[in-house]
């Protein structure tokens, strides 16, 4: 294995003092790059990129060639696990995640296996292994995974269209047998997928619950965190874990107590008040608007400045916005703001 050159988001998310406040950002590779739809126009559709492992590559390492960024991540997407269960993925300009078979009864759960990761999701470890040849160790790479809530609602709903999550929170209250089925089947799931990318080589792992936020209290704990937490408890401490529940605000606590090495943040926690509930036992991540990307250069500036004092002088902040970077955004704006996280306050 090569030694990593530069290791300052590792030792972040260890909580060790490091010389400048690393820095990443969700959606990092993404069609705010103009290399990034070159490439998947050649690659012919998004799918296509994510499962061929030289392309899925390729855009991995773009972010990385403008920007001085201390860690990539792994170009896939969290829907891979619902395709390789056979219900038939197309992710479509305009139109977003659709899921041609979604589960809709309690037969629908029975059949469900697990994905073999080496095999149904081969091409995601390929990738892994691509990357960081071509890395060398300049940065540490990061996989992923969504939590299975999140992964749940796409797979009931069909698609990504509802944010109101119809069908998925009537499950909640109504189809409580089948729902749990279904979590837990996802769950083993995503384990021995993130344990594959492990064995391919990602030096951090992060979990993707976009849609816990849309949770009432307790459900949240029964429907997502329970299960994320036992992800993290089974992949132990061989390589940092990174939790982030999008609108987990209030949960902060009960998400460090699972165990994580981080929790991520969006942009709606004060900083100051997720360490003094959290206290210095994980290392924090996040947590910039991704709309202050959209304001003047001085003012991003002002932003960073502004969110790296928040953040405190103490170690185990890792930079990045609230959440992913969205298409419209001037990548010369990114250049700025991962200039600031570096000049720091
Ligand atoms: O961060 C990175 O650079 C790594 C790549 C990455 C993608 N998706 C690439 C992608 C990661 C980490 C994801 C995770 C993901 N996918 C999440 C969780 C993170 C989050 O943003 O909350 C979710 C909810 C998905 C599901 C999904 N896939 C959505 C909602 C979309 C966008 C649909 C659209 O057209 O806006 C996708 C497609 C997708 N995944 C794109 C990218 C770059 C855009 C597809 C394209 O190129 O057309």
């Known amino acids: ?5 530069n290791d300052r988001f590792l030792r972040a998310l260890r909580r060790q003092p490091v010389d400048r406040t690393p820095v990443w950002i969700m959606r990092q590779a993404g069609r705010y790059l103009p290399e990034y739809r070159a490439t998947r126009a050649r690659a012919g559709d998004f799918l296509k990129l994510c499962k061929t492992p030289e392309l899925a590559c390729e855009v991995t390492l773009q972010p990385l060639a403008r920007f001085p ?8 997407d969290i829907l891979t696990i619902p395709d390789a269960m056979g219900l038939g993925l197309s992710i479509d300009e305009g139109v977003g995640p659709r899921l041609a078979s979604p589960v809709r009864s309690q037969a629908d759960v029975d059949r ?29 790479l990061i996989g992923f995974a969504g939590s299975p809530w999140t992964l749940a609602t796409y797979m009931i709903e069909g698609g990504g269209g509802d944010h109101d999550f119809k069908r998925a929170k009537s499950w909640v209250y109504g189809e409580t047998k089948a729902l749990h089925q279904l979590l837990e089947v996802v769950t083993t799931s995503v384990i021995s997928y993130l344990k594959a990318q492990r064995e391919a080589g990602v030096d951090a792992l992060m979990v993707f619950d976009t849609w816990g936020g849309a949770l009432a209290a307790e459900a949240y704990r029964e429907c997502s965190l329970q299960y994320m937490a036992r992800i993290v408890s089974e992949l132990g401490d061989a390589v940092p874990t990174i939790l982030f529940t999008k609108g987990g605000g209030s949960w902060l606590e009960s998400i460090a107590d699972t165990g994580c090495s981080a929790v991520g943040l969006d942009w709606t926690v004060p900083p100051m008040e997720a360490r003094r509930r959290i206290g210095h036992r994980v290392a924090l991540q996040g947590n910039l608007d991704p709309a202050v990307l959209r304001a003047p250069i001085p ?3 002002q932003e960073v400045a502004a969110t790296l004092r ?6 185990g902040h890792i930079f990045n916005l609230g959440h992913g970077i969205t298409p419209d955004i001037n990548p010369e704006h990114v250049a700025a703001l991962v200039a600031a996280v570096h000049r720091g306050v």
């Open 1 to 5: 294995m090569t030694a990593l050159q």
């Open 69 to 76: 960024l201390d860690a990539a991540i792994l170009f896939s």
């Open 112 to 140: 469900l296996g697990v994905p073999d990761p080496h095999d149904d999701l081969g091409y995601v470890c390929d990738a892994v292994r691509l990357i960081k040849r071509e890395l060398g160790g300049r940065v540490p």
């Open 299 to 301: 003012v991003i500036e």
């Open 310 to 315: 928040a953040f405190g002088p103490a170690p």
